[in-house]
């Protein structure tokens, strides 16, 4: 009987130490998760407005990006970044694509091929690789951070508002937020089967460009995927509030209302000297 107590005493007390392990492993887990996010979000992670099938997410850690990856619509419904400035970059050599684990459904990066879309980047490539390195940059070829674009959207007008944004947004303010992703019609039956293998094509994609501080500013662009390529940039221009009620998604949940109401609900296109850069052609 006393070596039965004494056993059960000791494993009440190795059940204990290693409860005690895990709670502090898991504390310092989510106090680096947390850390991350706080890094790679300004005011609050992506959220929705009222939860639904097609607006629900798992929030995927990259090294310099939050996805918030759909396995419903099997695309991100938005990816969220901040570049700053950088005076002396390498750029690497353009890494291959590659499938991420991480999704529900096999996305290959061969996915697309012969679909008449591109891998469209949504955690661009070039602004990555400039200002976060190499290893962040491999991360925005994975297939959960791309999703089907037209051609003349993705190789022409999406990629010149890329360039617009680390060339002279982010020169000009010293740190940006982008939040970016998709729009899908609002008749989700009706879209539910225009795929590209697994993966739904959007009906078009909105870019989110915040200056953080305590007067913060911003600018939201919503492009379709009927473009032409050589419009001006300012013809796209819409609020954050259409952005949301499109998406679904509450963007910088944390905002104070006054603020909030004050960056959302118009556009204010004053102070981003839009008028130099509008109608740049693209560097390709």
Known sequence: MMLSMSFVRRQVRNLGISLLFVMVASGLWYWQEQDVRDRLSWMGVTTWDELGLTNFHRVLRNESVLIGWSDVRVNPLWVSYRLHHVDDASIGPRPDFQRDWRTLWPIAPDSYFGSGYDRGH????????????????RDTFLMSNVSPQ?????????????????????????????????VFP???????????????????????????GEQPRALAFLMPQTVQGNEPLDRF????????????????????????????????????????????????
């Open 186 to 212: 609002a008749d989700w039956l009706g879209n539910a089967f225009h795929r590209v293998g697994l993966v739904e094509v959007p009906q078009a994609f909105y870019k989110i460009v915040v200056v953080p």
């Open 237 to 284: 221009l819409v609020s954050i509030d259409e952005i949301e009620a499109r998406t679904g998604l509450n963007f910088f949940p944390l905002l104070p209302d006054n603020i909030e109401d004050m960056l959302e609900s118009g556009i204010r296109p004053e102070g981003w000297a839009l008028d130099k850069v509008v109608r740049l052609p693209s560097r390709y």
């Open 150 to 182: 037209r051609p003349d959207l993705n190789r022409r007008l999406w990629q010149r508002l890329e360039e617009v944004v680390i060339d002279h947004f982010v020169p000009r303010f010293g740190v940006v937020q982008i939040i970016t992703g998709p």
């Open 122 to 137: 949504l955690a661009p490539n070039y602004a990555i690789a400039r200002v976060h390195g190499t290893d962040a940059q």
